[in-house]
């Protein structure tokens, strides 16, 4: 079974940093792209980078420039380094297996999530 625990958010100013991390369990993390997700009060979730199980990255026009998606398989952990963070990034972050044929999440269930919270 699946287990995918987020951490890493928090509170920052307009133009701070956080870097986030997902730790996976119950699967062979390594066979999977991974994709970091966010949702915003009253909007859907929506992807915000992919890595390929290569390390090669993806990023959604709003985290180009901004954000870095990393992963250590030996650590069964993918990371978001986000940078030059704006008031719109306020969301709450997620983690989930990303599958490129079907462009979407591979796994139903989803972890807590961690906020992140940017204002003034």
């Known amino acids: 079974q699946v287990q995918l625990v987020e951490s890493g958010g928090g509170s920052v100013q307009p133009g701070g940093s956080l870097r986030l991390s997902c730790a996976a369990s119950?699967?062979?993390?390594?066979?999977?792209?991974m994709g970091w997700y966010r949702q915003a009060p009253g909007k859907q979730r929506e992807l915000v980078a992919t890595?390929?199980?290569?390390?090669?990255?993806t990023y959604a026009h709003s985290a180009k420039g901004r954000f870095t998606i990393s992963r250590d398989n030996a650590k069964n952990t993918v990371y978001l380094q986000m940078n030059s963070l704006k008031l719109e990034d306020t969301a709450v972050y997620y983690c989930?297996?990303?599958?490129?044929?079907?462009?979407?999440?591979?796994?139903?269930?989803w972890g807590q999530g961690t906020q992140v919270t940017v204002s003034s």
């Open positions: 989930n297996a990303f599958d490129y044929l079907l462009g979407r999440p591979v796994f139903g269930s």
């Open positions: 890595i390929t199980t290569r390390g090669s990255p």
């Open positions: 119950g699967i062979i993390f390594s066979n999977y792209g």
